[in-house]
């Protein structure tokens, strides 16, 4: 079996990079999709502002992450990617906002080891022959204080790879009490990733809250530590 997911924006200053640079002053995901993935559609006047402004997309980089454990040769992709644009602004801008811990990378900042950090839960490589690890990310209420404005979420995608089991969102006022579930995974499946969207996913992110993401892993049939869940 194989799979496919990732487009990535970047909005670094200057020309474009150049295809097979590795420094491409990535600024951000434009938009990402996963195996097993629905359609997903902006509707409307919703669009992302590309031009030489100082939050727009400057230039666009489309990036694949294949997977093919079993190393066929006969694999062909026929997978494209159209865009569609328009002149002028988009009424209402639309942008992707990561959160948790993307790539388990949170030891990479010398956290683990660094006795003087405060660590509120579990940090590092997921431990190889657990059938339960848990790694887990916020974005707190001092960095959405900073937010200019409230920030309307319309669709959500949670994200793991082979050994991911469960993961769930939660939702929290400025005073640390829970307001809801924005999004739950308790069997992951790898081959069939969703956008989490209508009634269900939509809210509010007012200045002040967070947002908490927890990871549920089983690495139980894993012989070394593993960065990626």
């Not at 097993?36 to 939050?55: E, I, K, Q």
């Not at 793991?160 to 579930?181: A, F, N, P, R």
């Not at 069997?187 to 908490?212: C, P, R, V, Y």
Request: charged share 20%.
């Amino acid at each position: 079996r194989k799979g496919r997911h990732g487009a990535r924006v970047c909005d670094g200053c200057g020309a474009s990079p150049g295809r097979g640079e590795q420094c491409s002053e990535w600024g951000g995901g434009m938009y990402v999709g996963a195996v097993g993935m629905n359609d997903f559609v902006l509707n409307g006047d919703l669009g992302s502002p590309v031009g030489n402004g100082a939050t727009d997309i400057q230039y666009v980089i489309l990036e694949f992450h294949y997977d093919n454990p079993g190393g066929l040769t006969t694999i062909v992709d026929n997978f494209g990617m159209r865009l569609y644009y328009d002149d002028g602004a988009p009424t209402t801008e639309v942008g992707v906002m990561t959160i948790g811990d993307p790539i388990v990378s949170v030891n990479n900042h010398g956290f683990e080891s660094n006795s003087a950090v405060t660590k509120p839960f579990t940090v590092g490589p997921i431990v190889a022959g657990e059938s339960k690890s848990r790694r887990q990310g916020t974005c707190p209420g001092t960095c959405s204080s900073e937010f200019a404005s409230d920030v309307t979420v319309f669709a959500s995608f949670l994200h793991m790879h082979y050994y991911g089991h469960k993961m769930v969102l939660e939702h929290y006022d400025s005073t640390k009490q829970l307001i809801g579930t924005r999004g739950r995974i308790d069997f992951w499946d790898n081959g069939e990733q969703n956008m989490i969207k209508g009634s269900d996913a939509s809210f509010t992110f007012t200045t002040g809250e967070s947002l908490h993401t927890q990871c549920d892993y089983d690495s139980s049939t894993s012989s070394s530590n593993q960065n990626l869940g």
